[in-house]
């Protein structure tokens, strides 16, 4: 359309120009110039017409023409203006109109080209609803696939689940867990058998809520260490069932956790470990009757042993032929010999409860290795040995050593070295050489010309009952017990004990002991005191007979009784200074009589000393149960001279020393007599004989309690079960088992490991004793009523 406006224009554009020029000047003067011109072409056009055909122009033509002119042009010129008019127009109309196609040219085209590009948008959009829809078919089939999958997977789970729950509820252990809250959420089948409830029941309860209060709390307290401390934790303890079965189970509690890392709460399994803690209490108990059997032996062997040693020393101080004083030295040496082997069993019971404990002394290590030397030589000599002791200076003058077990590690040593040599020397060699201005390394060297010991075996001889295999020496034989006890002393000495050896050639044993150096001089005992009236209590003849001469010879004055009865007539028809009373008599024990002295009031100005070999029990023990000090068998003079001074010379270290007071009644240590009383006139007698009963009752159970736990080294559970014996003991006056039982709940005690076993046989003890004084004054009360 713009090509042909644009031709037509090129080739008409003079009437363009003429309507825009006529439109320029406007129509009155166009119309004037229009008439004008017109007249001059009339008037022209009228000369030459006339001139050509008639030679001659008249003046009517020329007005002729003017009024045509004048008449004819107004018309042409209104017809031409308005035609010139109507073509201005026009064109204006035109170049609207062409103007307006340009812009609906332009708008066509934009249309068009957004017609293209929606197309091409519907066109890709259609594309990709075709993939999309692709996809939601490839969605819904994998969905589809998925859906099977899963539900065959459901299927698995839920079989999986079944036979999971199967076997848990198959399990013969305890399986329970509980939620963030405390509160169980499932449980299995042996679970709802304890506590009497279907898992359905027991969800959404706590433990106070199913447990009685004591179990509770410690279940609540282990669950919050659990939470706590984000870790598993395992507990033994007590579990009642609901058919009133009680079992011991090792609980082991752990954190359970979500898919994604959130703590869901507790998971707990239980074992029943009952039979495992019977077993370990029959063990325990084996250990105790062991324990008597071997404080019985004891007593029944170093007895006579005192006899033997005692009398054989005697007889050396008397004139002997030569032959007689080898023959009584051999008897003394023999029996030093057996007093050791003694020690030696002993001190082993004593490593196996851990009660080995070291009493440091000043001793002087010439007069120790003299004394020493001196038995030895006559070991020696009975199998033709030399025997050589060298002490090697500079040596402190005195150290700080328990002498006992020195001499017991020394003694084994030596001992070995003679019976394992036939011909030649054994020798004790001591040196010291000085760490610093408290301590020296003391060195004793026990060296043989004997059988040897193989390479082999080097290591092996500190094993406990180890034994070295010599053909060649089958008769010196031995308890294989001395070395391992030997080294257990000296690591519990802080010292070092090594062996060389060559077989055919010798042994050399060298014990290395760091001791203090002593600064206070070695006091020796002096007897301050004779005339005392001392009333003996020995069953055994030949031992009551030592001991009599001894005291005799240090200027005492000596009563024998052999039994306890014979020891209480005697206490009652006369006055003693001292009673030395053995602890194991035919008719009673000596704490029976002293109990029965204590209450008679007979000795209430007389001290009682245990004569025991006995090496069991504690010295606190024997204090405890009415003593005022031991002497241990074989009896000791210097020992004899040390309680002697103790009990009846004032002590220079106080100036003013009191009157000693009234001893207190035995009783009174054992009962609550002052609360019994208060109870039986406050309640009644029946109402304390039924407590006492209900305590007799649950006592046993208590301690077997107490037993397992302690088996099972949990302190806090022994601890806790003895505060509840202190308390129960002391609701019936039970003054003695309620001390005891308060020194076992005292966990925070520094040697309590050390101790707890021996008060747990005390408090056994003490519950079977004094529950029968306990109904003895209960049935003293109702005949008095």
């Not at 193989?454 to 180890?466: C, E, G, H, N, S």
């Not at 747990?760 to 003490?766: K, M």
Request: charged share 25%.
């Amino acid at each position: 359309m713009t090509n042909k406006t644009t031709k037509k224009t090129s080739v008409d554009p003079w009437a363009i120009n003429i309507a825009q020029l006529i439109n320029r000047f406007g129509a009155v003067k166009t119309s004037v110039l229009f008439v004008i011109l017109t007249l001059i072409f009339t008037f022209s056009g009228t000369y030459f017409l006339r001139m050509f055909f008639s030679d001659q122009a008249h003046t009517e033509d020329f007005l002729i023409a003017i009024v045509l002119t004048l008449l004819s042009a107004p018309w042409v010129l209104w017809v031409f203006s308005e035609l010139v008019k109507q073509l201005v127009r026009s064109r204006e109309s035109l170049a609207e109109a062409v103007t307006e196609l340009e812009r609906l040219r332009k708008e066509d085209e934009l249309l068009n080209h957004t017609l293209q590009n929606n197309i091409k948008q519907l066109n890709h959009e259609i594309e990709q609803r075709k993939n999309a829809q692709l996809e939601r078919e490839n969605v819904f089939t994998d969905l589809e696939r998925e859906i099977t999958d899963r539900s065959e997977k459901e299927q698995q789970a839920l079989r999986l689940s079944t036979l999971l729950r199967s076997i848990i509820d198959a399990s013969p252990d305890l399986i329970y867990y509980r939620n963030q809250e405390g509160q169980f959420a499932g449980c299995n089948r042996v679970a709802e058998q304890m506590t009497g409830k279907t898992e359905q029941e027991l969800i959404g309860l706590t433990p106070h809520q199913v447990y009685d209060e004591e179990l509770a709390r410690q279940v609540v307290a282990s669950d919050q260490d659990v939470l706590e401390n984000n870790a598993s934790i395992t507990e033994e303890l007590w579990l009642r069932f609901a058919d009133g079965r009680r079992r011991f189970y090792e609980m082991r509690k752990v954190p359970f956790y979500s898919s994604d890392n959130t703590r869901l709460g507790i998971l707990a399994f239980g074992r029943d470990i009952t039979e495992r803690k019977q077993a370990e209490n029959v063990v325990a108990k084996a250990s105790k009757d062991k324990t008597a059997f071997i404080a019985t032996i004891s007593h029944e062997l170093r007895t006579p042993l005192n006899g033997i040693v005692g009398l054989s020393r005697m007889l050396r101080d008397t004139d002997l032929t030569s032959e007689q004083f080898a023959w009584v030295s051999t008897i003394y040496a023999s029996g030093i010999t057996l007093g050791n082997i003694f020690n030696d069993i002993i001190d082993l019971d004593r490593l196996d409860r851990d009660r080995l404990e070291l009493s440091l002394k000043t001793v002087s290590i010439k007069d120790f290795t003299k004394e020493l030397a001196s038995i030895i030589e006559l070991l020696a000599d009975d199998k033709d040995l030399t025997f050589a002791a060298h002490v090697e200076e500079p040596l402190p003058a005195l150290v700080e050593v328990d002498g006992t077990r020195l001499r017991q590690i020394l003694w084994n040593l030596l001992f070995n070295a003679v019976k394992f040599t036939q011909k030649g020397t054994v020798s004790l060699e001591v040196k010291a050489e000085q760490i610093d201005s408290e301590t020296s390394m003391v060195t004793f060297k026990v060296c043989d010309t004997g059988v040897g010991i193989p390479q082999q075996d080097l290591d092996k001889i500190f094993a406990m009952y180890y034994q070295v295999d010599s053909p060649e020496h089958q008769s010196a034989t031995g308890t294989g017990i001395g070395l391992a006890i030997c080294q257990q002393m000296v690591s519990l000495m802080n010292g070092e004990i090594s062996v060389s050896s060559v077989i055919g050639e010798g042994t050399c044993f060298t014990v290395d002991l760091p001791l203090g150096i002593s600064k206070k001089p070695i006091q020796v005992e002096t007897l301050k005191v004779t005339g005392l009236q001392i009333l003996l209590v020995e069953d055994i003849e030949l031992n009551a007979m030592v001991a009599k001469a001894l005291l005799e010879k240090l200027g005492q004055h000596v009563d024998v009784a052999m039994t306890g009865n014979e020891a209480i007539t005697m206490a009652r028809d006369k006055q003693y200074d001292l009673i030395l009373l053995d602890i194991q008599l035919p008719d009673m024990n000596g704490f029976e009589v002293a109990n029965v002295l204590h209450e008679e009031s007979l000795v209430e100005q007389t001290s009682i000393v245990a004569l025991t070999a006995n090496v069991i029990k504690t010295h606190q023990e024997f204090l405890d149960n009415g003593m005022d000090e031991v002497i241990s068998k074989p009896v000791k003079k210097s020992r004899i001279i040390e309680v002697l001074n103790s009990l009846f010379c004032e002590q220079p270290s106080v100036p003013h020393q009191p009157a000693p007071e009234p001893k207190k009644d035995l009783m009174n240590t054992v009962l609550d007599l002052e609360l019994l009383q208060m109870l039986v006139d406050t309640i009644g007698h029946d109402m304390v004989c039924t407590s006492v009963k209900v305590f007799e009752e649950k006592m046993p159970e208590y301690l077997e309690i107490l037993q397992l736990n302690l088996s099972a080294d949990e302190k806090d559970e022994v601890c806790s079960q003895a505060h509840k014996i202190k308390g129960a003991a002391s609701s019936v006056g039970l003054t003695r088992v309620q001390k005891i039982a308060n020194e076992i709940q005292q966990g925070d005690h520094p040697a309590w490991w050390q101790n707890v076993h021996d008060w747990v046989e005390q408090l056994d003890q003490a519950a079977n004793q004094d529950m029968q004084k306990l109904i003895n004054w209960l049935g003293q009360q109702d005949i008095d009523d």
